[in-house]
């Protein structure tokens, strides 16, 4: 039987490793694009895979758009990538953060009800639902406490998921993910902030770089290890929520350390605070306990941080040097 998956979101950080995941694995590719005019296709192109996904016009929005994409790809998995991603511009944006990442995802579930309940879903919740933290390692039992209007957004889209396997019976999972990088990452995310700086302060292109937070701790893994947690989700035979973290926390100053660290530099001489990337409501740490996700998935964090950071500056150095 011909595998199909639609990918919303497909532009991003994981829907570039989860459309090259899927096509290693002979999967027929759909990805809804909501075409914004610039280039939002370097990182399938990185990963050389652009030619081999299907692209069809959308906007999680647009229930219409969702529906036909469904209908076009005849997709029996879906996975809801699409999101107004980024913590810190949402309270800025916060009505657009709900309409894209909250509603976005219920358009996501209608239009799979709508068109193919038998489709399987996975919907991309987040370490940010935790927020204010309510035990020292996360799981799926922890109540959640969400500190930004993504968070809350997210939170939203999370229950959403929940409600519609219990009241419709899809098969709608939920990867309660956290942080998790690569060389793909957007630039605006402290981790690829700090290494694409590591590479231009190496490279004599600046000399400083300015953060927020340094004591902020996060549970940092590598993307191309968690998009195989979310696959592996809808091979399940009944859906479910599960956390997928590496089960250790480093703080942003202890990244910094490390990037800085790979090419000869003390980030102590380079990285100044700037309270003009303070936010306005903090989450100070995450750390996952991934093990339902270990016993039930088989799944578990391969890269280390020490891989990551260097894979990330290695990256960064070779774009700027070409
Ligand atoms: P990302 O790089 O920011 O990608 C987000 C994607 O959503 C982009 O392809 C973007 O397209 C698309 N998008 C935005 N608005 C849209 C809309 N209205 N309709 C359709 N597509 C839209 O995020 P990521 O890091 O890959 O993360 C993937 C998902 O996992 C997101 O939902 C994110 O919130 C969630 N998540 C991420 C992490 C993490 O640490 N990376 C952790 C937990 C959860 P354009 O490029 O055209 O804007
Ligand atoms: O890299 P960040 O912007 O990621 P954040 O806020 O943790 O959100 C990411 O992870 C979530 C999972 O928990 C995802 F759901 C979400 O979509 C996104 O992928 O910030 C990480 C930490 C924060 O505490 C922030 O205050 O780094 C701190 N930080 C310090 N200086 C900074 C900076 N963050 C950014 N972006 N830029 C800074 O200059």
């Not at 999101?83 to 219920?106: R, Y």
């Not at 009241?167 to 690569?182: D, I, K, R, V």
């Not at 964090?301 to 150095?317: H, I, Q, W």
Request: charged letters at 25%; one cysteine or more; aromatic letters at 8%.
């Amino acid at each position: 039987m011909s595998r199909i998956a639609l990918i919303t979101g497909i532009s991003g950080q994981d829907g570039a490793y989860l459309s090259h995941l899927l096509l290693a694995k002979g999967y027929e590719v759909h990805g809804l694009c909501p075409r914004r005019g610039s280039d939002t296709l370097w990182r399938l192109r990185e990963l050389g895979v652009h030619d081999h996904v299907r692209m069809i016009d959308g906007d999680v929005t647009d229930l219409s758009s969702l529906v036909r994409a469904l209908e076009r790809s005849r997709a029996t998995e879906v996975y809801n990538l699409a999101a107004q991603s980024f913590v810190g511009i949402s309270w800025n944006q916060p009505v657009l953060t709900g309409q894209v990442t909250g509603l976005g995802a219920v358009n996501v579930l209608e239009a799979v009800r709508m068109v193919n309940p038998q489709a399987r879903i996975y919907q991309a919740s987040s370490s940010e639902m935790f927020g204010r933290i309510q035990a020292e390692r996360q799981d799926e039992r922890t109540p959640f406490y969400p500190r930004s209007p993504y968070g809350a957004a997210k939170l939203y889209a999370h229950w959403m998921t929940v409600n519609y396997r219990e009241s419709h019976g899809l098969h709608a999972s939920s990867g309660l993910l956290f942080n998790h990088e690569s060389p793909l990452r957007g630039i605006e995310f402290v981790t690829r902030k700090i290494t694409d700086a590591v590479a231009r302060i190496r490279l004599g292109h600046q000399r400083e770089l300015r953060l927020g937070n340094l004591d902020a701790r996060r549970d940092w893994g590598f993307a191309g290890d968690y998009v195989d947690a979310m696959w592996r989700m809808l091979q399940q035979p009944q859906p479910d929520d599960y956390v997928v973290a590496t089960g250790r926390t480093v703080s942003v100053r202890e990244f910094c350390a490390l990037a800085f660290g790979q090419v000869g530099l003390r980030y102590e001489d380079h990285v100044v605070v700037d309270p003009a990337f303070l936010r306005p409501a903090e989450v100070d740490v995450l750390l996952g306990n991934p093990e339902k996700a270990h016993r039930v998935l088989g799944w578990q964090a391969d890269t280390s941080l020490e891989a990551l950071v260097a894979m990330m500056v290695e990256r960064d150095l070779e774009r700027l040097a070409g």
